[in-house]
């Protein structure tokens, strides 16, 4: 191989190496994130705005643990309806699910626990 060639390949590996570091890096951050409570409050605030907004009633959610890649938890959870009844309410929801599931467009939950 002459050495313009090598170069280009050389060139081409490193940038390969490069983005393929950058988009590892990126995953691990955004999964150290969501693990940060301060980052799973405004998660839980966002959920909670956006389905007041759809259901046009009071949605209050104490708390959600991302353990990612495969256990989401979701505390004191409490809908109401339009009239002012529970319509939903209960302390705990563990849900053991496969997430990288989720690229293939498939949920697939391994449990289920609901608490009170």
């Known amino acids: 191989m002459n050495s313009r060639v090598r170069k280009f390949l050389r060139s081409l590996l490193k940038i ?10 990126l995953l691990l951050m955004v ?23 759809k259901l046009n009633t009071q949605v209050d959610i104490g708390g959600l643990y991302v353990n990612f890649p495969t256990t989401i938890e979701l505390a004191q959870f409490y809908i109401e309806d339009n009239a002012g009844d529970t319509l939903l309410a209960f302390d705990a929801l563990d849900v053991d699910a496969d997430l ?17």
């Open 16 to 25: 390969t190496a490069w983005i393929l570091g950058i988009f590892i890096g």
């Open 31 to 53: 999964t150290l994130l969501v693990r940060i409570p301060a980052v799973q409050k405004r998660l839980v605030n966002e959920a909670e705005k956006i389905l007041e907004n």
């Open 100 to 116: 990288w599931a989720l690229l293939n467009k498939t949920i697939e939950i391994n449990s289920l626990e609901l608490n009170n």
